[in-house]
C-alpha cells in the first residue's frame, strides 16, 4: 500500500457553493493509492487539497476490478467507478469511458493522466466546454517494450493529447522541450513528489540479512532500467553488494537475469517489497543508490531517494540529469559504473547525496507538487 506524506500548508479561503469547481481526475487504477506513480500522485493531489482546504469539488475515476471494497468517497473526493481495467488492452476503453462519463457529469476541468484515451479529445472538444489538462507521462512510443503497431497508436494518441488539450503537463524538462520541438506547445513543468517515503518508521527487512555497506536499487525488472548492466557490474563485488529488489518473475527478461546471477556473491535478488516501512530501511542503510532507467521522464523511485541524501549513480540520460540537475554520478556502461563506483571519493560521495537531498526539498515535496497542480487547474 502507497503511504503518502503529511502536509503542513496554510488553508485558502473558501469559494461560495455556487462558485465551485468541478474537476474530474481520470487515467489511473483509481484511489486509494496501491499500484503506481499516478496514483500515487492522485492520493497526494487529495491529500493536499483536503490539508489547504481547497474548495474544488474533485471526482476520482476508478477501475472496478482493482477494488474489492469500493469506497463512494475518499479523502473529500467522489469516487466513479468502470468495469474496465485501467492498464493493457482496456486502458483505451477505459479511459474514454471516464472521460465520457465526466462530460456527461458536467465537470468544468478534466485533469487526464496519460495519453491512452487522448484520441476521443477532438470530438470531446466538440461537445463540451470542460478544460482539458493533460499529464503526458513519459514519451512512451519510445520505449523498447512496445511493437510497431503499439507505437504508432501511442505517438497518435500522444499528438492528440497535446493538440487538443487545453494545458499540457509534462513531469521532466527533457519531456517539455520534446514537446515544444515536436509540436511547438509549451507545457507545464510538474514532477512527482518523493517524502511520502519518509512518512513510516523503518520497519525489520526479514527478505535479507542487511550488510554493513550496499548498494540499492529498486524498479520494474525491464530491458530499458538497464538492470544487466546494474546486475553485471556488481557480481562479483562480494565486499560491497548490490541489493536489488524488483518484479523479477513477471517477464522473461527479469527470469532469466535471476537464474543467470542466483548465486552472485555481490547482489541479493529480492522479489518486490511493497512494506514502506521496509523500503525506508532499505534506503537509508545504503551507501549508494543505482537508477538505471533510460526512459520515462521524472521517475518516482529516483525521487523518492533523493530524500535520503544517498549518493546517485544514474544512467546518463536526459530524463535523470534534468531530474537530478546534473548533480549525480553518470554512467552508460557496466565498466564505467565499475569504475566510478569503484574510484569516487568518499568527499564526492557526500557532496553527491547532499545535493540530491537539497533537489529533493527544493523540487520533489507533495507540497510543492500540489500546489503547482491546483494552481494550474485554477488557471485552466
Known amino acids: 500500500m502507497t ?8 488553508p485558502v479561503q473558501a469559494a461560495s457553493a455556487a462558485n465551485r469547481t468541478r474537476v474530474a481526475i481520470i487515467g489511473t487504477v483509481g484511489v486509494p493509492a496501491n499500484y503506481g506513480g499516478f496514483e500515487t500522485l492522485v492520493e497526494n493531489l487529495l491529500r493536499h487539497h483536503q490539508a489547504v482546504g481547497a474548495d474544488e469539488v474533485l471526482t ?3 477501475s472496478d476490478k482493482a477494488y474489492e471494497a469500493r469506497q463512494v468517497r475518499f479523502l473529500e ?8 481495467k485501467a492498464n493493457g488492452a482496456q486502458s483505451i476503453p477505459y479511459d474514454m469511458w471516464s472521460l ?6 458536467g465537470v468544468d476541468v478534466i485533469l487526464l493522466l496519460g495519453v491512452s484515451g487522448a484520441l476521443i479529445l477532438p470530438f470531446l472538444r466538440r461537445i463540451t466546454k470542460a478544460r482539458i489538462v493533460t499529464n503526458i507521462d513519459g514519451i512512451e512510443w519510445k520505449r523498447d ?3 510497431v503497431a503499439q507505437r504508432k497508436l501511442l ?19 527533457a ?13 507545464s513543468v510538474i514532477a512527482y513528489g518523493g517524502d511520502h517515503a519518509l512518512a513510516a518508521d523503518p520497519a525489520p527487512v526479514t527478505e535479507v540479512e542487511l550488510p554493513d555497506r550496499y548498494a540499492f536499487n529498486v524498479c520494474r525488472i525491464e530491458p530499458e532500467n538497464n538492470v544487466h548492466m546494474l546486475l553485471e557490474a556488481f557480481a562479483d563485488s562480494a565486499d560491497f553488494p548490490l541489493i536489488a529488489v524488483g518484479n523479477w518473475d513477471r517477464s522473461d527478461y527479469g527470469l532469466e537475469l535471476k537464474r543467470r546471477y542466483a548465486d552472485a556473491p555481490g547482489l541479493r535478488i529480492l522479489d518486490p517489497i511493497y512494506d514502506i516501512g521496509k523500503l525506508r530501511t532499505l534506503r537509508q542503510g545504503a551507501s549508494a543508490y543505482l537508477h538505471g532507467h533510460s526512459a520515462g521522464g521524472t521517475n518516482p523511485s529516483l525521487v523518492e531517494m533523493m530524500h535520503f541524501a544517498i549518493p546517485v549513480f544514474a544512467f546518463d540520460c ?9 548533480r549525480a554520478l553518470f554512467f552508460s556502461s557496466t565498466d564505467e559504473l565499475k569504475r566510478l563506483v569503484k574510484d569516487t571519493p568518499a568527499d564526492v560521495l557526500e557532496t553527491v547525496g547532499q545535493d540530491m537531498l537539497r533537489i529533493a526539498r527544493d523540487r520533489y515535496t507533495w507540497e510543492a507538487v500540489g500546489a503547482a497542480y491546483f494552481d494550474l487547474l485554477r488557471r485552466a
Open 3 to 10: 503511504r503518502t506524506a503529511p502536509f503542513q500548508t496554510a
Open 60 to 62: 476520482v475515476y476508478c
Open 77 to 84: 473526493a467522489d469516487l466513479v467507478y468502470i468495469p474496465l
Open 100 to 105: 465520457l462519463s465526466a462530460v456527461r457529469r
Open 145 to 147: 517494450k512496445w511493437g
Open 155 to 173: 505517438r497518435t494518441s500522444e499528438a492528440m493529447a497535446v493538440r487538443h488539450s487545453h494545458q499540457v503537463i509534462a513531469d521532466n524538462g
Open 175 to 187: 519531456i517539455a522541450d520534446y514537446v515544444r520541438e515536436t509540436y511547438g506547445t509549451d507545457c
Open 318 to 326: 536526459t530524463f535523470n540529469r534534468h531530474t537530478t540537475e546534473d
